[in-house]
């Protein structure tokens, strides 16, 4: 069945690196995706990794896929206060057009 | 990158009356828009997928004739919520497909800014 799980809340300092994780269960994977919501916002889709890599490098930020243990994790490095939001994982689904997402992080960025 | 607007972005309303949300795609066009909903804390729950030029496709659990939607054109789809109840209340986001693949790249896939529904 479809179940993605995230950990709610993420604190760090300022400079810091970041990292947010993710577990899913169905191993239809498609694609896995990292989307940013501030607050009052829509969705902004970060990056996302094909279920055939394992890791993926978009300046500061770093994806990791370990497909065996169906686990996800999104690293920021040099996390900066403008960072602070909610970062969702989602996947697609072989056959299904939406997406399923994770219940979301908190990022809370201390200066 | 591809623009898709929603309107309104906040609104309150009293119960028992009808609220109509709007997802306009600006700069393409989407045979598919997704209806989510987000409760406080809370993952996004996918409501249903509005197909242009036919019925939406709910998911379970979703009522249907409490939750209207029409997509009429390539470019808009509108989410009604009827009768609304202090429970309706929540954040509404809608995103719209851009091609028809799998959402495998950053151009396939846009979200709105969501809509804030308060009901009274």
């Known amino acids: 069945g479809e179940d993605v799980e995230q950990s709610l809340f993420l604190s760090v300092r300022e400079g810091d690196s970041s990292v947010i994780n993710c577990t899913y269960t169905d191993s239809s994977s498609t694609y896995l995706y990292w989307y940013k919501q501030e607050p009052g916002a829509g969705l902004q889709l970060l990056t996302y990794i094909f279920s055939n890599m394992d890791m993926k490098q978009d300046q500061r930020l770093t994806v990791l896929l370990n497909k065996k243990d169906k686990h996800l994790s999104l690293r920021i490095a040099d996390t900066q206060t403008g960072d602070s939001a909610i970062y969702f994982c989602?996947?697609?689904?072989?056959?299904?057009?939406?997406?399923?997402f994770g219940s979301g992080t908190r990022l809370q960025v201390q200066p | 990158g591809a623009v898709v607007s929603q309107h309104p972005s906040r609104v309150i309303c009293k119960s028992g009356t009808s609220v109509k949300i709007e997802c306009r795609s600006l700069d393409f066009q989407a045979t598919t828009m997704f209806w989510y909903r987000q409760f406080p804390k809370k993952s996004l729950m996918l409501m249903a997928t509005?197909?242009?030029?036919?019925?939406?496709?709910?998911e379970q659990g979703v009522e249907k004739d409490k939750f209207l939607i029409n997509h009429a054109s390539l470019t808009l789809s509108t989410l009604t919520v009827t009768s609304a109840h202090p429970e309706d209340s929540s954040f509404y986001i809608c995103?719209?497909?851009?091609?028809?693949?799998?959402?495998?790249?950053?151009?396939?896939?846009?979200f709105g800014e969501g809509s804030r529904l308060t009901v009274l």
């Open positions: 995103s719209a497909r851009k091609g028809t693949g799998v959402p495998s790249n950053t151009g396939e896939l846009f």
């Open positions: 989602a996947e697609s689904l072989t056959g299904r057009r939406a997406l399923t």
């Open positions: 509005s197909n242009e030029g036919s019925k939406a496709t709910y």
